[in-house]
């Protein structure tokens, strides 16, 4: 397997994913112009990461290649035991961060999407932070009686990972989420996420 991905973006999730599954798989780290170079456009032609090839199948889009990697490393147990219910949870989650979470960042990352005076991008971030810290909230109490979001380490988790380190550098209030922070710090001292990491220049 092939992954492009660029540092700190959703694709370095996808990154720890293969760390975690324990194939054999290669990395190419990406930057702005790359990601819309023609060579990367013939194999995504939305100029996005994460792209990931396997053999001849090129597959996009974050959850879907979350739930291949799973289903291909079924020993990994990424996607839960195998039963419906686990895999359930862990897609319940992932579509969480997927559908929720990351989308919630936008405003913050690029508000001249949302509006075209710059004199109310400032209030458009904060509106986003504000909904970024009730979507943490979410996630901290289900992380007060679970050491991972879905009840058992599942692909959900670097993805959420990914998201938590957004909302520290984009000064989203954290304060007083205890179980986001002890969840963070067991990505952070987690061997395949160091590698990602690593890898990807973000140590």
């Not at 798989?25 to 100029?47: C, H, Q, R, S, T």
């Not at 792209?51 to 079924?74: E, K, R, S």
């Not at 957004?166 to 952070?188: C, E, N, P, S, Y």
Request: some cysteine; proline content about 6%.
């Amino acid at each position: 397997m092939k992954l492009y991905s660029k540092p700190g973006a959703c694709s370095t999730a996808v990154h720890i994913v293969l760390q975690w599954a324990g194939g054999p798989f290669e990395v190419e780290i990406l930057d702005g112009p790359a990601m819309k170079a023609p060579a990367f456009l013939a194999i995504n032609p939305a100029g996005a990461v994460p792209a990931l090839i396997d053999g001849d199948f090129v597959l996009t889009q974050n959850a879907a290649i979350m739930g291949y990697i799973a289903d291909t490393h079924p020993q990994a147990a990424l996607g839960g035991d195998g039963s419906p219910r686990q895999r359930a949870e862990a897609v319940r989650w992932l579509a969480f961060v997927n559908s929720d979470v990351h989308p919630a960042f936008k405003p913050i990352f690029s508000p001249a999407r949302y509006i075209g005076s710059d004199s109310q991008h400032d209030a458009v971030k904060t509106a986003a932070r504000t909904m970024v810290r009730g979507l943490m909230e979410t996630a901290d109490k289900r992380l007060a009686g679970n050491d991972w979001l879905a009840g058992f380490r599942s692909f959900a988790d670097p993805y959420f990972y990914m998201t938590v380190r957004w909302a520290q550098g984009t000064r989203v209030d954290m304060a007083g989420l205890d179980h986001v922070a002890a969840f963070k710090a067991r990505m952070d001292a987690d061997a395949g996420v160091q590698e990602a990491l690593k890898a990807e220049g973000l140590e």
